[in-house]
C-alpha cells in the first residue's frame, strides 16, 4: 500500500457535544500513533461538522490536532438521522481524501489493532468497512462507524428513506444497499450489539460496560455509546446502559492507558 493509502478523512457531524468530540478525536489521535510496522504513519484530517451555530467548544476541538480539523458550522433544522446524514453530506464537500471514516460524535478507539484492522482489510480490497451492522431494516453497516470509499460515499443519498411511513433505510443504509447491488466488496467487523456471544469472551474490564463494542480476536477495539447527543442533553436514559458521565470516566481510563 502506498502513502496515500495511509491518510483520510474523519466526519463526525455534531450538535453541542463537547465532551463527546473531545474523546472522540482524542482517542483516534492516540491510537493512529501506534500503528506496527507496516503501517508507521497514518494522515488523519477531521471534519467536525456542529449543526448549529454553537461556536463555544470550537477553539478547544481544534487544539486537540492542531492543522487537522476542519471546522464547519451548519445551523439546521434537521435532527436525529436526518440531522447525522445533512452533517455527513457537508463533510463530504470538505474531505481531503480517497478514503473518509463516518463516526458518530459519541465513538472512542480503543487500541491501535482498529487502524491496522481497516488497512488490512483495504489492502484486501474491501472498498467499505463497518464496525458493526444493524439489527433492523435491511442489516446495513451502521454509520457509527463506517470507513468508505469516497466515490461510493458520494454515489448514494445519505439521507433515511421513508416507504408509507415507514423508514425503510437509515442514514447512511443505502451505501450498503449500493455495495450489495452493485457487488461492491464490503465487510462488517464483530460486534456485541449484534453477536452476544461475544461478550463472554471480553476481559472483565469491557464485559460490564454495556456499550456497543467492536471486538477483534477477543480484544475491544472501538465503542460506541449510543444516543450520545440526547445524553448530552439529559434527554436520554435507558435502564442499564451508561449515561454520559459513566462513558467519560470509563474513555479516560483508556485513554490513559
Excluded at 510496522?37 to 478547544?60: A, F, G, L, Q, T
Excluded at 480539523?69 to 438521522?81: A, D, E, G, Q, R
Excluded at 482498529?114 to 467499505?128: C, D, H, I, N, P
Excluded at 453497516?141 to 433505510?169: C, K, T, W
Aim: hydrophobic share 40%; with cysteine; charged share 25%.
Amino acid at each position: 500500500m502506498d502513502s496515500a493509502g495511509l491518510a483520510f478523512d474523519v466526519i463526525i457531524p455534531t450538535y453541542h457535544s463537547r465532551d463527546l468530540i473531545d474523546i472522540c478525536i482524542r482517542s483516534f489521535e492516540k491510537f493512529c500513533m501506534h500503528g506496527d510496522e507496516r503501517y508507521p504513519r497514518i494522515k488523519i484530517h477531521y471534519i467536525i461538522v456542529e449543526n448549529s451555530s454553537d461556536i463555544s467548544y470550537r477553539d478547544h476541538v481544534l487544539s486537540l490536532a492542531p492543522g487537522a480539523i476542519t471546522w464547519v458550522n451548519n445551523p439546521t433544522h434537521h435532527k436525529n438521522s436526518e440531522g447525522n446524514a445533512i452533517g455527513l453530506e457537508v463533510g463530504l464537500k470538505n474531505a481531503l481524501h480517497d478514503v473518509v471514516f463516518f463516526a458518530h460524535c459519541d465513538t472512542c478507539v480503543t487500541s491501535n489493532k482498529f487502524f491496522e484492522t481497516l488497512f488490512r482489510l483495504k489492502s484486501q480490497g474491501v472498498r467499505v468497512i463497518g464496525t458493526g451492522l444493524d439489527n433492523s431494516r435491511i442489516k446495513a453497516l451502521h454509520q457509527s462507524g463506517m470507513f468508505v470509499d469516497i466515490n461510493i460515499a458520494r454515489a448514494v443519498n445519505l439521507f433515511p428513506v421513508y416507504e408509507n411511513g415507514l423508514m425503510v433505510l437509515d442514514v447512511g443504509d443505502s451505501i450498503t444497499d449500493y455495495c450489495r447491488k452493485n457487488e461492491v466488496t464490503h465487510a462488517s467487523m464483530q460486534n456485541t450489539f449484534n453477536d452476544n456471544a461475544l461478550i463472554d469472551k471480553l476481559s472483565s474490564q469491557y464485559k460490564g460496560f454495556n456499550v456497543d463494542r467492536t471486538v477483534l480476536d477477543d480484544e475491544v477495539i472501538f465503542m460506541h455509546l449510543g444516543r450520545g447527543i440526547p445524553k448530552t442533553s439529559g434527554t436520554y436514559e435507558k435502564l442499564g446502559k451508561p449515561g454520559l458521565n459513566e462513558w467519560k470516566m470509563f474513555c479516560e481510563r483508556v485513554l490513559a492507558q
